[in-house]
């Protein structure tokens, strides 16, 4: 079974800092997909970004950014240029690929990082 | 277009009550997820469905928990029995492609 870190609770930064979470993951599969999904208070999930294993290459959304580190199954997102709404909670998840064999299953969740911007 | 929607958005059960929560997904989309999600923490796997055929049970907790979709569209999920432990939201999520999933609002479930 796959599990997700997510080492930090809660984090705060000023607005236009940039800020990095942490994640970290566990698996034995070599094809998996990583997403960061963000869910503001109340409000529903959201994918900010997307990486597959497969990829070496680190996926950018705009502000968003990650490092994947594979060997060392990491998966920090980076948010540069921190604005009032990012305030959310954030949060990692694995998903085995479609293709691995295994066919298509859930993701699996870190508990979150509630980050905060503050003005 | 409409994204994926839940209903009710907010519930509340007695104890030993029986309760449905229905997901609606994005038209068109074939997999469609429930997930639970207990305060503070983030969502946990219960089942997953591609059309019509649910392919994956492994998480639901207990015999207690059932979904359906039976026209691979609009599904439900229902508890019977309810207990204090399954207040949570039951979140919904659908794709077209396994790698992708677009989340609904969620259901807030307390049990009384």
């Known amino acids: 079974a796959q599990t997700v870190t997510q080492s930090q609770p809660e984090m705060s930064v000023q607005e236009a800092e940039t800020v990095t979470l942490s994640c970290t993951y566990d698996?034995?599969?070599?094809?998996?997909?990583l997403f960061w999904y963000k869910q503001p208070p109340s409000r529903q999930m959201i994918l900010v970004i997307r990486?597959?294993?497969?990829?070496?290459q680190n996926a950018t959304e705009n502000r968003f950014s990650v490092n994947f580190q594979k060997a060392a199954k990491s998966f920090s997102l980076k948010i540069s240029d921190s604005q009032l709404g990012d305030t959310a909670m954030y949060f990692c998840?694995?998903?085995?690929?479609?293709?691995?064999?295994?066919?298509?299953?859930?993701?699996?969740f870190g508990k979150g990082t509630h980050l905060i911007i503050q003005p | 277009g409409a994204g994926v929607s839940q209903s009710p958005r907010y519930k509340v059960a007695k104890r030993g009550q029986d309760v449905a929560l229905r997901c609606d997904p994005i038209?068109?989309?074939?997999?469609l997820f429930w997930y639970q999600q207990a305060l503070g923490q983030g969502p946990e796997f219960l089942t997953y469905?591609?059309?019509?055929?649910?392919?994956?049970k492994s998480g639901l907790p207990s015999d207690r928990f059932f979904a359906e979709r039976p026209e691979g569209s609009v599904s439900t999920l229902k508890i019977q029995r309810t207990q204090q432990e399954d207040s949570a939201v039951y979140l919904c999520?659908?794709?077209?492609?396994?790698?992708?999933?677009?989340f609904g609002p969620g259901t807030r479930l307390t049990v009384l």
């Open positions: 698996t034995s599969e070599s094809n998996y997909y």
């Open positions: 038209s068109g989309h074939v997999s």
């Open positions: 469905f591609q059309n019509e055929a649910q392919l994956d």
């Open positions: 998840a694995f998903m085995n690929s479609p293709y691995s064999g295994g066919g298509a299953d859930g993701l699996t």
């Open positions: 999520a659908s794709s077209w492609r396994e790698n992708e999933q677009f």
């Open positions: 990486q597959e294993a497969y990829k070496q």
